[in-house]
Structure formats: structure tokens, C-alpha cells
């Protein structure tokens, strides 16, 4: 009887922590006295957050205000991809954050690369944007985690582990 174990690697985030920081961040910007008056606007579309507020320096004290929010909702900073700032209309300052979420094929061959290459004993395979790892041990799966910690600080995405029998 030889069983196989699995699990699954993806790239996710939760979606409504993410939206609890944002509101945090719009309370504490009514709250802050430094910021009070910057008419900053903070709005979450599919996929990225568009900042809108007065100056660079007010930029910079939102990005850092968000930046502490997700800490504290335990969210990953990799999820952020800072865009560059452009002026908008009005001598205003606008920044597009996009969230990074699912692996992308690039990712996923690299990391599938990766794994095959270090451990012999687990199959990959691609599914969509998450890879399977399956193997006859469970160590060999707990190999596979540990390797892929190790290059997470490389890879510029989160990754969680799922589902794992």
C-alpha cells in the first residue's frame, strides 16, 4: 500500500485584512494632525490601490502608515509592488500599489526548476497559479517547505503552503 502525500503551493493574500488595514489607515490619516488637511484619498480597486494626497512627503507618511497597518493584520509586504510616483491634476501626488497574488508561469517554472533539481523523491506539477508537490514521504514533503522558505527571500512573492495531506 504505498500512499502519496501532497500539498500546494500559492500565492495569496486575505483579502478583507487587507481592507481592515486600508480602513485603519484612513482613520489614523482624519486622526494625524500632519496629516489631517492633505485631502488624501485611498481607494482599492481590483487588483491595486490607487494613492491620491498632497505631496511626496505625505506619500511617503501613507506608504509607511500602510506599511505598519499590514504588519499588524499580519499581511505579507511582498504583496506590495510600489509604482513609481506621477503628478496628478491639481499639484497633487498619485501612486498606483499593485497586490501581487497567484504565481505567475514564470514563477511557477522557476520554482518547479528549483524543487526538482534539490529533491529527487517529489514529483511538481503546475496547476493554474499554485504548483502541486506530491511525494511518497512525508519528510520529503517537509524538505520541499524548508527549500522553498529558504528562496522565498529571493522571490520577490509570498508563499503560503496548502492543503497538505
Known sequence: MASTYSFDV????????????IDQVRRELTQ????????????VEEGQIVITTASDMTLQAVENILLQ??????????????????SSSGNRVRQV???????????????SKIIRDELKK???SIQGDSLRITGKSKDDLQLAIELLRKKEEEIQFPLQFENYR
Open 32 to 43: 494625524r494632525y500632519d496629516l489631517k488637511d492633505s485631502n488624501t484619498e485611498i481607494l
Open 10 to 21: 500559492v500565492s495569496d493574500f486575505d483579502h478583507q485584512e487587507l481592507i481592515n488595514a
Open 122 to 124: 517529489v514529483s511538481v
Open 97 to 111: 500599489v499593485n497586490l501581487r497574488k497567484g504565481l505567475s508561469q514564470d514563477l511557477a517554472k522557476k520554482l
Open 69 to 86: 497597518k499590514a504588519i499588524k493584520r499580519k499581511l505579507s509586504l511582498k504583496i506590495f509592488d510600489f509604482q513609481t510616483s506621477e
